[in-house]
C-alpha cells in the first residue's frame, strides 16, 4: 500500500528510536570492553560515551595478562570457561540435534514415538529450578558434576524438543516423492534416511543447529548449579571477574561479555528466517 | 537386490504413500520408526520420570544434603505433609510468587504492544527494511546473562542510564536503581521489555504478514478507515498468533532468573525475589531440598493443571 | 453522474508497461465489458478506477470530477475481486453489513439493508453462518451483496464467475444483469471470456497487451471487427483469415489465395477499398458463415476433423496456414474433400502487415 509522507517520516523516527533503544545497552558493552581503568570505572560527570584511549588491555587481561597493577592476576583465566562453554554446547548440541533429528523423523514418517510432542512441549513448560535437584543428585551419581560432558548431556535433553519441534516441521514440509521413489528403487528405510533424506536436509539441520547451539551456549542457571570450579562456563566465570581494590571489573566483564555475545547474534541474524519456526515450535512459520 | 526384494518394497512404498504420522501398515516401517525415536524417549524417560518419583519421596520428608544420610535413606526424616502445610504458609514464597506476577503483567502487555507497533512499522517495503529488521531482531540474541552484566552496568548509580536522565531533566539523577526495591524491580522489567519485545515483534510480525492482503483491500474499499480495519480485520485474523506468542512469552517470563539474578540478586533484600529465584535460594543457601521438592511438585501440578486446561479450551476453540 | 472518463491512462509498473494510453469513456448506466486474454490490462484499468493503483499519466474522471488524490476508500465504487475477498472470520451477515457499519449507519438501518439484500440474492437462509465455510457459489453471491448493498453508482467486477461452475455460470450471468438494470448502476467488468462479455454486455472494450484494440456493442465487434486480433478473439471459433492478394480478373477484383489454388470473389463495396491496395491482405470470414458450396466455386480442402459439441458441429478443413474451421449442419466424413465458401457478405478483409481491417467505402 502507498503510504502518505507524513506516515514514511513518522516510521522512520519511530524505527531509528527503537534503533537506538535497541543498540545502545549493546554499544555500550562495546564500548566498555574497549576502555582503560581509568574510564570504564568512571563515574558521573567523567563518564564518557566512546573509549578515549581505546585500548585491548581488557582482552588481554581475561587472558592472563594483567597491565595494570591494580588489579591483581586472576587466579583463572577466561580461557578454560570459554573452553566449557563450547564443548558443552557443542556436544549439547550434538545429542539435541542427534536424538530430535531421529524421532522427528520417525515421527514424521512413520508415526512412532506419539507421545513425543507432548511430552516435550511439557519439558519447556516447567521452570527448570523444578528438577535441578534431582539432577544434582543424577548428576553427582554419575560422577558428572562440574564436567563439560556433564553439563553437555543436560543441555541435550534442556534443548531436545527445540531439535525435535523444528526437524520434525522440516521433515513435514519435505514432499515424500523423491523417498518413495528410492524406496521403489529398493532402497531400505534406514538408507533412505541416511543417504537421501539428510543430504537433501543439510540447510534446515545447519539452521536447527544453530539455533540449539545458541540456545545452549546461552545457558546460565543449569551451569549455576552443576559447575563449581574447574569447568565453570562463560556467565558463570563472569562472576568471579572482581578484584578486592576495584570491585567488579566492568572493562573485563565488557570484554568476555563481548566475546561470549558475538557468536550467537552472528547466528541468529543468519538463521532468521526460521527463528519464528524454532520459537513457536513449529507453530508458526515465516 | 533381487526380485522378490524390489517387490515387496515396492508394496510397502505404495502401501506408505497413503500413511503419513496417522498409523504404519509396514512392519519394518514401524521397527524403524521405533528405533528412531528410541534414544529421544530414553532422554525424555530419564529427565522426567526419576525426577519426578525422587521428589515426590523427598518431599515428605526433611531431607537435606546436610543431613548426613544419602537421599534414599530420606524415609528416615519422614514428615509426611508438613513441607506442603509449611509451603501454603511461606510468606516468603508466595510474595515470590506475587511478585513473579507483577513482572509478568507488565513486562508481557508491554512487550506485545511494543511488538506490535514495531510489527505494523515493518509491515510494508521500505528501503533499508532488511538491516533494520536484523538489527532490532539483536537484543533477544544476546545471551540473558551478558545482558544481565550489561544491564547492570547500565543502571549503577554513576552510569550511563543516570547520565542520560541527567541530561534530559537537566539536573543531576544519581539514583541508586540496584540499590532501591521498587527501582531495581523496574530496573529488572526494562531490561526484560528490552530484551523480548524483539521476540513479539518477529511473531507478530509473521501472522501480520499472513493477513490476506485481498481482504484488507476489499475492507478499505467499503470505506474502513486504517483503525477500523485493523480491529475488524488485523486483529481477528491473528488471534491463533496472537496466543502462541502471549503463550510463550508468559511462559518464559514466569521461569525469569538469567538477566534478574546477575543484576540483583534477588534484591535488595528481597525485592526483586521472582520465583525462580527463591526457589534457587532456598537450595543452595537453605539447603532443605526435601522442601524444594515440596515447591518443585506444586508447581508442576498447577502448570500441569493450567496446561490441560488450555489445550482443551484450543481444541474446542479450533472445532467451533 | 456516474459516467466514467478514461484520458490518456498510463500505468508502468517499473520498465514494464501495463497499459499503453487508453481512452474510454464509459456511459451512466452502461454494462461495459474488459474484455482480453491474461496480461491485456484490463484488471489493470480497473483496479485504477477503483483507486486500487494510481495511474503512472492520465486522468480518470467519474462524471466531471477528477479522481487524482481521492484514495480507494472514497469513491463510493463497489468492487468485487475474482476470489471474492469474503470475509472469513465473519458471518455472512457481518459481511454483508460491513460496508454499512463502516459508514455508521443505525443498527436497525443496517438490518433492514441486510435483510433486504440477503433476500435479492437468496442469501435470507445463510445469514448466520460463518463464511469461511461456505461454497464458491455462495460466496459469489454474497461479495456482490457485500458490494450492492453501499448502493454505489460504479460497480466493478474482476472476473467474478472465473471460479463459478459452469452451470452455475449461466444463472449468475442473468443475476448480475438483472442487478444492473434494477439499480442502474454503471458496471465494468472484466473477464478473459468472450463468450461472456458478448452476453452480458451494452459495450465491449476489446484489450490486448495493454492497447485498446476496438470498443463496441457486441454486434459490432462481432460483425466488424477492427482489426485481426479481435476478429480471431470474438466468436468460439474466431474468424478464419487467410492470407492473399488482390488481383484483377474479368469478373472484377478478387482475392487470389495463392497456395490454396482458388480466388474469391469480394462484395463490390469492398473492392472499390481494395482498388489500390496491392499488398499482402488476410481474408476473413466467420465459421458460422462458411457454406458447403458448388464444385469450383470456393475452397476445395479435405476435412480433417470434426468435432461435435452438442448443439455445434465445428469441421477443421486443411491444415496449418490454410485452415479453416465451419460451422455446419451437414454430414461429412473425415478424409472427404469438400467445397466450402463463406458467404459474400460476410467477408471482411484485413492488412496483412498492419492487421487492421480495411472497411467497406
Redesign the interface.
Known sequence: MKRSVPFETFRYVAILAALAVTLVPILWMVSMAFKPIAEWSATGADLTWWPKQPTLDNFRFIFGESTSNLIVALDRTAAKPIASSLLSAIFGTAIAMGAGTAAAYGLSRFGSGQNLPLALIQLRLFPPMAVMIPVMIMWSFLNFMDSWWGLALIYGIVTLPFAFWLMKTFFDDMPREIEEAALVEGCSRLRVFTRITLPMMRAPLASAALFVFILNWSDYLIALLLTTREWVTIPVYMASLSSSMTGQLYGAKAALGLIAAVPPVVMGIAIQRHLVRGLTFGALKQ | MNATAIMKHRDAAVSDGENTAAGVTDAEAARLGFRLTLPAQILVLFISAFPLLMQLYISLTDWSPLSGIGWWSAWELWNNFANYTDLAADGRFWSALGRTAIVMLVCVPAEFLLGLALATLFMDEFPGKRFFYSVMLMPMMVVPAVAGYMFFMLFQSGGPVNDLLSSLTGFPVTVAWLSDPTLALVAVMIADIWQWTPLMFLILLAGLVGVPEDQIKAATLLGANAWQRFTTIVLPKMKTIIVIALAIRVIENFKIFDTLYIMTGGGPGVATETISVYIYKVTTQDLIWGYVAAIALAILVVLSVVAVLAMKRMAQGREA | MSSIHLQNLVKKFGEFTALKTMDLVIEDGEFMALLGPSGCGKSTTMNMI???E?PTSGRILFGDRDMAGVP???RG???V?Q?Y?????MTVRQNLA??LR??GLAKSEIERKVSAIAELLQLSPLLDRKADRLSVNILQRVAIG??AI?EPAIFLLDEPLSNVDAAFRAVMRTELKHLQRQFRQTMVYVTHDQLEAMTMADRIAVMDHGVLQQVGTPLEVYNHPANVFVARFIGAPGMNLLKGRPAERDRGLVIDLGRLGATQPLPPALAASLRNHGREVLYGFRPEQTLLSAEGRGLRMPVDFVERIGARTIVHLGRDETAVKAVFENDVKLGEAVTVSPAEASVRIFDAATGTAIRAE
Open positions: 477503483a483507486g486500487i494510481e480507494m476508500g472514497g465504487v463497489g468492487f475481486f476470489n475477498a469474503i470475509f472469513t472470520h460491513y460496508g463502516m459508514r457485500r458490494s453501499m
